[in-house]
């Protein structure tokens, strides 16, 4: 079956540019997350969403990241005005449902690269 | 607060001689406990987890990894490495939320 796939797999932008990442989540998967992956910080979790909502944002660096998810499905991560720190790999990930015990499953993650 | 260590950056092995990734954990309760692999330019793919009851878990491609509280360890083995399992392996832990920590990752070599 077909499982968590995101969109570009690279992207390469100019510092001050606005990028969008998106996630296609394994069909039925009601949570949905975002992590980041870079060479200094390791994995780092960004927001969860459950549904189309999103309790738990903490994660998210600066005001320049936001994040949503309609129909339940798709989820795009949007930074605003990118800056070189932003350069990682953002990977998505989706669960059957959302508690701790759920097996989180990863998609190849899509590579930034911030000029 | 949760967090995972993983003591070794890299491990080294021969192909045929048994595999140990090393991953302790700290949390103040119950954790649930994910092992991870991930091949070059790949996301990370799932081996096994540990949720409750049986300390041996088994996995994907031959990994397994033993729960112990006592000394909050959390190690995932390989009887019998292959030159196929070189990768980055991660440990995550979660409580009763669904964030996931992860260790810094232990990069494995095996060799012919």
């Known amino acids: 079956g077909a499982g968590v796939s995101q969109s570009p797999s690279n992207k390469v932008t100019e510092k001050g540019k606005d990028v969008e990442l998106r996630c296609d989540p394994i069909s039925g998967h009601t949570a949905l997350y975002w992590y980041r992956q870079s060479l200094g910080q390791g994995l780092e979790f960004l927001i969860y969403f459950q549904g189309n909502s999103a309790p738990d944002k903490s994660g998210l660096p600066s005001d320049r990241f936001s994040a949503e998810r309609t129909g339940g499905s798709v989820s795009t991560l949007t930074i605003q005005r990118t800056q070189q720190e932003d350069s990682a790999v953002y990977l998505c990930?989706?669960?059957?449902?959302?508690?701790?015990?759920?097996?989180?499953?990863f998609g190849p993650g899509t590579r930034l690269l911030v000029l | 607060a949760q967090s995972v260590a993983q003591p070794e950056d890299q491990v080294n092995v021969a192909e045929g001689n048994p595999l140990t990734v090393k991953c302790t954990y700290s949390?103040?309760?119950?954790?649930?406990l994910f092992w991870y692999v991930q091949y070059p330019n790949r996301g990370l793919q799932f081996l096994l987890k540990?949720?409750?009851?049986?300390?041996l878990v088994k996995g994907s491609y031959g990994f397994e990894a033993e729960f112990n509280k006592s000394q909050t360890s959390f190690h995932l083995k390989k009887p019998s490495a292959l030159v196929s399992d070189s990768a980055l392996y991660f440990c995550a832990v979660s409580l009763n939320d669904y964030k996931l920590s992860f260790g810094a990752g232990t990069t494995v070599t095996v060799r012919a």
């Open positions: 540990y949720i409750t009851g049986d300390n």
């Open positions: 990930a989706s669960s059957l449902g959302g508690g701790g015990q759920e097996t989180q499953y």
């Open positions: 949390v103040s309760g119950n954790p649930y």
